[in-house]
C-alpha cells in the first residue's frame, strides 16, 4: 500500500504538467485566451469568464472599456457583463436583490472623472 500511494502521486502529477503553464505559456486549465472555454473568471488571461445566457457556455473575454457595460465583480467567477478593466470602477446597482436578479450592471467609469466633475 505504501508504494501505491507515491505511485498515484507521482502519475497524477505527470498527467497534470502540461496543463499547469507557466506565466507565459497558455495551458488547458488557467491562462486561457479570449473565446476558449472556462469555468471560472480566474483561468483566464483576462480575467472574465462570461456567459451571454442562463444557458450558454461560458468563455473568455476582455475586460470592460471606459463607458461600456460591466458587472461589479462576485463571488461567482462567471460574468454575463465582464468587469471593468484595471483603474476603472462600475457605477452600478451593487445591492444584493440586484445580484440576485442578476440585474446590478453599470457603466465603466474612470473614478478620477467622478471626483472631478463633483
Given at each position: 500500500?505504501?508504494?501505491?500511494?507515491?505511485?498515484?502521486?507521482?502519475?497524477?502529477?505527470?498527467?497534470?504538467?502540461?496543463?499547469?503553464?507557466?506565466?507565459?505559456?497558455?495551458?488547458?486549465?488557467?491562462?486561457?485566451?479570449?473565446?476558449?472555454?472556462?469555468?471560472?473568471?480566474?483561468?483566464?488571461?483576462?480575467?472574465?469568464?462570461?456567459?451571454?445566457?442562463?444557458?450558454?457556455?461560458?468563455?473568455?473575454?476582455?475586460?470592460?472599456?471606459?463607458?461600456?457595460?460591466?458587472?461589479?465583480?462576485?463571488?461567482?467567477?462567471?460574468?454575463?457583463?465582464?468587469?471593468?478593466?484595471?483603474?476603472?470602477?462600475?457605477?452600478?446597482d451593487k445591492s444584493i436583490v440586484g445580484?440576485?436578479?442578476?440585474?446590478?450592471?453599470?457603466?465603466?467609469?474612470?473614478?478620477?472623472?467622478?471626483?472631478?466633475?463633483?
Amino acid at each position: 500500500m505504501a508504494k501505491v500511494l507515491p505511485a498515484c502521486l507521482f502519475l497524477a502529477l505527470l498527467l497534470l504538467a502540461p496543463a499547469l503553464a507557466t506565466e507565459n505559456e497558455r495551458g488547458l486549465i488557467i491562462n486561457l485566451e479570449a473565446g476558449e472555454l472556462c469555468l471560472q473568471s480566474i483561468q483566464c488571461k483576462s480575467g472574465c469568464c462570461h456567459r451571454t445566457s442562463g444557458l450558454s457556455l461560458a468563455r473568455c473575454a476582455p475586460k470592460a472599456a471606459e463607458f461600456h457595460e460591466c458587472s461589479p465583480t462576485n463571488i461567482y467567477g462567471v460574468y454575463y457583463k465582464c468587469p471593468c478593466e484595471s483603474g476603472l470602477t462600475c457605477d452600478a446597482d451593487k445591492s444584493i436583490v440586484g445580484s440576485i436578479t442578476n440585474t446590478n450592471f453599470g457603466i465603466c467609469r474612470d473614478p478620477q472623472d467622478l471626483y472631478r466633475r463633483r
